[in-house]
Every structure is written in C-alpha cells, then in structure tokens.
C-alpha cells in the first residue's frame, strides 16, 4: 500500500505556471510508474501524464504537450509536473497515481491502483 499527497495547486493567471508535487509514502516508489490525471467540473478523469520507474520514459496527453514536464526524485519519493503556459480549459482538480503493474504507456485510469486525493488547479483568463 503506498499514500499519495500532492500539493502546489493554486490560482494562477493564464499564461502562468504551476509545479504539482506528489509525494508518496513507504519505500517501494521506484517499483512504480507514476502518472497525472486531471478532472475538471461536470467532466471525466482524463490522463495528463505519466513517467516510467526509472523517469527515462514520459508520456504527455496532446493537450499538454510541450507545456507540462513531469519528472521524479525516487530519493526523495516525489513526482512532479512542472506546467507552464496555463490556460484556463487546465482547470482542473490534479490526481497524481500510482501503477505497480504499469510497464508502457498506459492512459486508462483503470491501470493505476493508489491515488492521491488531489490539488485544486484554476486558470484565470
């Protein structure tokens, strides 16, 4: 079992930029590919990103490509997501994800098996 707790949302202009971190408990965090969803209101949960054991491999929803980073510190049992130029359709609340069984690009929520309770990201126009 591994908790999650992410924190860095906020209020920000469009344009600006935000760093979500996720930090997990218990010593098994480089056993798990790591990924951000995101859910804005009256919406589904959608894939933002994910990052694979090792942070050599990442994968980007099209949406946030070439905005959003995501990286890991397995030292430190944290995932980020760096992103910048925000917009205001980025509203969302931000889950970060834990796959232990997450050995390629896996977008289904259903492929991730702890989550954290989520940060609250507004963009302002």
């Known amino acids: 079992q591994v908790q999650l707790v992410e924190s860095g949302g906020g209020l920000v202009q469009a344009g600006g930029s935000l760093r979500l971190a996720c930090v997990a408990s218990?010593?098994?965090?480089?056993?798990?590919?790591m990924g951000w969803f995101r859910q804005a209101p009256g919406k589904e949960r959608e894939f933002v990103s994910q990052?694979?054991?090792?942070?050599?491999?990442?994968y980007y929803a099209d949406l946030v490509k070439g905005r959003f980073t995501i990286s890991r510190d397995n030292a430190k049992n944290t995932v980020y997501l760096q992103m910048n130029s925000l917009r205001p359709e980025d509203t969302a609340v931000y889950y970060c994800?834990?796959?232990?069984?997450?050995?390629?690009?896996?977008?289904?929520?259903?492929?991730?098996?702890?989550w954290g309770q989520g940060t609250q990201v507004t963009v302002s126009s």
């Open positions: 994800a834990a796959g232990p069984n997450v050995y390629s690009y896996t977008y289904d929520e259903k492929g991730y098996d702890y």
């Open positions: 218990g010593r098994t965090f480089s056993r798990y590919a």
């Open positions: 990052i694979s054991r090792s942070g050599g491999s990442t």
